[in-house]
């Protein structure tokens, strides 16, 4: 196959500083080998794994030791998720700790819904900490009250909205809980869509008439119904406003600054299979949404498929392509990922680098022009 694997490049690679340069690949790599170590072990590796090995006819172990390696691996599509037992994912030398692990679900949105499952510290690491370090870049306020307007039950994100809340300081939030399944499921535009919405917005209004949340954390669509309900000094309150759970584009968090002007805006990408990247903006107008990720366990690729499907090539930074993501944890070894959204491939500055912000980053993802009309959108 005339594939690649994403380049782990280094933007000081020319430089002299070759001390900072040396450990990303090195790191990355020893990911990788450990990962199907645990993955493949013969006794004690993943039943998915070992499944899959045999499919491919290939000894992985011998086979693929780097990042240049997965593409050996073949594409995985998230339709793999929705028909397996999480557990058929984990190591089964991880099975009794399963009292330490965290399982959410997609919202559904290119069809039927995902599950994944994290360790404890896995999800700390592919949800709370990338935010943590974000936040505090961006001077996104700390130890305030937040409001959340979203999905809690099975959804991820629902169990992660109290971790980046305590994480910083904050207690636990006010939440307005709404089932992004069923809304998908009403005609956009219907008088039962604009009823659930206004179901919504009603109860987080009620909580804004005796509480102060300086945090709003929620989806575009409901930021901007929100919006409409609030009025400017209401809206001046807020002093933060987290965005997930949907694409967004640098013309919507321009109108949403306008909106709420004294909030500092911060959005994330990512979902309930791999984890988050973080926006790395000032807080200004912005021309674009660049979203990188933190640490070795997520590698983002962009790549152009070729006509078999199952091969590909990958773009070189500043082009547009298909997303993929490496996930690479103790709970989940999901490798060549395809995504539903297309992005550009950017590369971290000097000084993300030495920050500690590694992996080549996304900008501006979001599904193609000619699948938005088919996906269930909805709320979430």
């Known amino acids: 196959m005339n594939i690649r694997a994403m380049p782990v490049s280094n933007p000081i690679e020319d430089t002299a500083d070759t001390a ?26 993943s ?27 073949g594409p995985t599509y998230p339709t793999e998720f929705s028909t397996q037992s999480v557990w058929d994912f984990v190591p089964r030398r991880l099975w009794n700790g399963h009292k330490n692990c965290v399982i959410g679900e997609s919202g559904g ?4 819904p995902t599950s994944a499952i994290f360790l404890t510290a896995d999800f700390h690491a592919a949800f709370v900490s990338p935010f943590v370090w974000a936040a505090q870049e961006a ?3 700390l130890g305030c009250d937040w409001l959340w307007v979203g999905p809690t039950g099975p959804h991820i994100i629902g169990k992660v909205v109290r971790q980046l809340a305590q994480s910083t300081g904050s207690p636990d939030p006010w939440s307005v809980d709404f089932d992004p399944r069923w809304a998908k499921k009403l005609l956009p535009g219907s008088y039962a869509a604009k ?10 209004v009620d909580i804004l008439d005796r509480e102060r949340p300086a945090i709003l954390f929620t989806t575009p669509p409901v930021l901007e119904a929100l919006a409409m309900r ?5 809206r001046s309150l807020f002093r933060g406003v987290h965005y997930g759970g949907m694409a967004i584009t640098a013309e919507q968090i321009n109108r949403f ?10 959005s994330g990408y990512g979902n309930s299979l791999c984890g988050v990247a973080m926006e790395l903006h000032d807080d200004g ?4 949404i660049d979203y990188y990720p933190r640490g070795a366990r997520l590698i983002y690729d962009v790549a152009r498929f070729h006509t078999d499907a199952e091969s590909w090539t990958s773009v070189e930074a500043g082009e547009r392509g298909r997303v993929m993501f490496h996930r690479l944890d103790d709970s989940t070894f999901l490798p060549n990922v395809v995504e539903r959204d297309e992005a550009t491939l950017i590369l971290p500055s000097v000084d993300r680098f030495r920050e500690g912000w590694t992996s080549p980053g996304l900008r501006d993802p979001g599904p193609p022009a000619e699948q938005t009309k088919t996906l269930k959108l909805g709320l979430y």
């Open 20 to 45: 900072v340069q040396s450990p990303s690949s090195i790191e990355f790599d020893a990911r990788v080998k450990a990962t199907i170590e645990l993955h493949l072990h013969p006794k004690h590796g």
């Open 47 to 73: 039943p998915y794994w070992w499944r899959r090995q045999a499919r491919l006819g290939i000894n992985v172990l011998d086979r693929v030791r780097s990042v240049r390696d997965l593409p050996i691996l």
């Open 109 to 112: 949105t290119s069809g039927r």
């Open 139 to 141: 001077g996104f306020p």
């Open 195 to 204: 009823r659930y919405l206004s179901h919504v917005i009603d109860q987080a």
């Open 230 to 234: 609030l009025d400017d000094a209401a």
């Open 257 to 266: 600054r306008e909106l709420y002007p004294n909030a500092v805006h911060l």
């Open 285 to 288: 107008p912005r021309t674009s």
